[in-house]
C-alpha cells in the first residue's frame, strides 16, 4: 500500500521521479540547480567593472570564491582588489552586493575582500590579458 507521507529528498535517489518537499514551502535546490545558479552568478559579476579598467572584475581575477548558503539564498564572495589601496573599492563591494540581490533566489549578499593571497595580473583570463593589450 503507497504511503501518503511526502518522499524524502533522499530516497529514489537516481530516478527522475518528481519527489515531495521536507516541508510545505520550503525551497530544495538540487546540484543542477546549484550549479546554474552559480552560472548565473559569475554571469553577473562579469558585469561589473573596475571603474579604472576596461575589465569584468571575473575577468580580472578578483574573485577567489563563490559560496552559496541556505539553499541559494546566501551567496557568500571572497574577493580581493587589484591593491590594497584601491579607491574604487567599495563602489565594486557595493556593486557586487546590489547586483547579486537581484538575482533570484538570492537574498543577502555578503562580500569579503583578502589581500591573503594578493592580487597578481597571472589571475586575469586570457581575453582580459588581450582587452589590456597584454597578449
Known amino acids: 500500500m503507497p504511503s501518503s507521507r511526502p518522499t524524502s529528498p533522499r530516497s529514489n535517489?537516481?530516478?527522475?521521479?518528481?519527489?515531495?518537499?521536507?516541508?510545505?514551502?520550503?525551497?530544495l535546490l538540487t546540484v543542477t540547480h546549484l550549479t546554474a545558479l552559480?552560472?548565473?552568478?559569475?554571469?553577473?559579476?562579469?558585469?561589473?567593472?573596475?571603474p579604472e579598467l576596461p575589465v569584468d572584475i571575473y575577468s580580472l581575477g578578483l574573485i577567489?570564491?563563490?559560496?552559496?548558503?541556505?539553499?541559494?539564498?546566501?551567496?557568500?564572495?571572497?574577493?580581493?582588489?587589484?591593491?590594497?589601496n584601491c579607491p574604487a573599492g567599495d563602489f565594486i563591494v557595493a556593486e557586487i552586493?546590489?547586483?547579486?540581490?537581484?538575482?533570484?533566489?538570492?537574498?543577502?549578499?555578503?562580500?569579503?575582500?583578502?589581500f591573503d593571497p594578493p592580487y597578481?595580473?597571472?589571475r586575469m583570463s586570457q581575453e582580459a590579458k588581450a582587452s589590456l593589450g597584454w597578449l
Open 64 to 84: 577567489y570564491e563563490i559560496a552559496l548558503h541556505k539553499e541559494g539564498r546566501e551567496v557568500r564572495i571572497l574577493m580581493t582588489l587589484t591593491t590594497p
Open 97 to 114: 552586493k546590489e547586483t547579486l540581490q537581484r538575482l533570484p533566489p538570492i537574498e543577502e549578499a555578503v562580500v569579503q575582500v583578502t
Open 120 to 122: 597578481h595580473p597571472d
Open 38 to 50: 552559480r552560472t548565473k552568478i559569475i554571469e553577473q559579476l562579469k558585469t561589473i567593472y573596475d
Open 13 to 27: 535517489r537516481g530516478t527522475h521521479q518528481t519527489q515531495a518537499l521536507p516541508f510545505p514551502g520550503t525551497l
